[in-house]
């Protein structure tokens, strides 16, 4: 059936949600409908601290380090400085910082794809763990997921290897074929509305000529491809090749399904690391490549067969989501603040943005694509404000290495950069200097 990307108007107040709310959001599952999150508050609940006083950290504004309290001011303009550099929705990133602080935990995303930030904002279902196919960044599909994995953003990332690009597509048609027979999403034509279409248009993502043959029909021209919008009250259907261009969309609205927000750590305080229960990884060890020989010899021994990527992989199922839903290789720890950012981003009424576990603990991490990061931390520490962006591994390093000198357990996924995964805190690597200079004056007294 088509469906059309209309433009939502959101309410002009909306419930905010009260600490309470944080402490005591509950499991939940809500699709097709739309998303109801609050515009910029006007207050911000802040640190409590025993003493009664608000903390008083280091934080980096205007290119300047001064000591200042956090405050509602200035996180309304850190997030109207950082709105422009992040895929996150503007008035998803206070809400956000708010669980931050609340669970005195560092959270961190992956880049979200600006093509469909807009999607997100206007509350349209975004693809769970079980969706697997590509969403494109060009054409008048861009922050959706074509069933044709040809106009996937496979189109563009791979352009310059035919072969790869070929068989990344049949993988991912494959995947796509499978999600809809699963019944995860079903296939719609794509039509856009007046809002979309112009949004797309003034943002270079397609050029527009004329029709002359049609009258009602506009050829919309991408990265060397070519699809026609027909005029249609106030939508426009979308086709390519001469059929209806078909997108993944949500089995219970209806509506097109887009990017959703990836997690790409979730750092506690080290006190309250819980390795036994909380924190305890159904794959410890990440990559299949990393389990050592004598595992695999102990369970061929014991199972009377090989150890496989099957038998690897089965363990990522032990963890569920609140409703049963698959979240991949995620600790308790995540699947509680799975629901926890869900409840504080979009309300208990809302699309779900958050899906699945981490990079952290993802064995097919792609480093190229894991930045800008986008980070939120209780406070400000070092030249870090409570939310801020890291544009490279060099500064990913240089923040794990500063969180975990104030305390963050910042988990580490072995297939991240070796800097990333080789920073430590600065009193261990003052301890291990140390010890080297100590050993190098045993070895002389020896000598």
């Given at each position: 059936m088509p469906v059309s990307i209309p433009s939502v108007d959101l309410p002009d107040s909306v419930r905010r949600m009260s600490s309470d709310d944080l402490k005591e959001s509950v499991p939940f599952q809500v699709k097709a409908v739309r998303n109801v999150t609050d515009p910029l508050p006007s207050f911000y609940p802040f640190m409590e601290h025993s003493s009664g006083e608000h903390s008083n950290p280091l934080i980096k504004?205007?290119?300047?380090?001064?000591?200042?309290?956090?405050?509602?001011?200035?996180?309304?303009?850190?997030?109207?400085?950082?709105?422009?550099?992040?895929?996150?929705?503007?008035?998803?990133?206070?809400?956000?910082?708010?669980?931050?602080r609340k669970t005195q935990q560092i959270i961190a995303?992956?880049?979200?794809?600006?093509?469909?930030?807009?999607?997100i904002e206007e509350g349209y279902p975004t693809k769970g763990f079980a969706i697997k196919g590509k969403s494109s960044n060009h054409g008048p599909q861009a922050g959706l997921i074509c069933v044709d994995q040809r106009l996937s953003k496979l189109h563009v990332t791979l352009r310059d290897d035919d072969d790869m690009r070929q068989n990344q597509i049949?993988?991912?048609?494959?995947?796509?074929?499978?999600?809809?027979?699963?019944?995860?999403?079903i296939s719609v034509n794509l039509t856009l509305s007046q809002k979309r279409f112009e949004w797309l248009e003034n943002n270079g993502v397609f050029s527009v000529e004329k029709d002359h043959k049609q009258s009602d029909v506009l050829k919309l021209l991408s990265e060397g491809l070519e699809y026609r919008a027909e005029k249609k009250g106030d939508h426009f259907e979308i086709s390519y090749e001469g059929e209806p261009l078909k997108v993944l969309a949500d089995p219970v609205s209806g509506l097109p399904l887009t990017a959703d927000y990836d997690l790409m750590f979730i750092a506690p305080k080290v006190e309250d690391l819980d390795l036994a229960t909380e924190d305890n990884l159904p794959v410890k060890r990440v990559h299949f490549s990393d389990v050592s020989t004598m595992y695999k010899a102990r369970f061929k021994e014991k199972e009377g067969e090989d150890f496989t990527p099957k038998q690897f992989f089965a363990k990522q199922s032990e963890t569920k989501g609140s409703f049963g839903q698959a979240i991949g290789n995620a600790t308790p720890r995540i699947a509680k603040m799975i629901d926890m950012l869900n409840a504080a981003i979009v309300g208990k009424k809302g699309n779900s943005v958050v899906h699945h576990s981490t990079d952290s603990a993802n064995p097919y991490t792609d480093t190229a694509s894991n930045y800008p990061l986008t980070v939120f931390m209780p406070e400000g520490f070092s030249n870090y404000s409570p939310i801020h962006i890291i544009e490279s591994a060099d500064e990913f390093a240089n923040f794990v290495k500063q969180a975990k000198t104030h305390d963050f357990s910042v988990p580490n996924n072995p297939r991240w950069e070796r800097k990333v995964s080789q920073a430590r805190s600065e009193n261990f690597e003052q301890a291990a200097q140390t010890i080297s200079q100590l050993m190098q004056i045993r070895k002389a007294s020896l000598g």
């Open positions: 504004a205007g290119g300047s380090i001064k000591s200042s309290k956090t405050s509602a001011d200035f996180l309304v303009n850190l997030v109207n400085k950082l709105a422009s550099k992040t895929g996150i929705v503007k008035r998803h990133l206070i809400p956000i910082q708010a669980v931050a995303f992956r880049p979200v794809d600006r093509m469909s930030t807009g999607l049949t993988t991912y048609n494959e995947n796509v074929q499978e999600c809809i027979k699963s019944g995860d999403a």
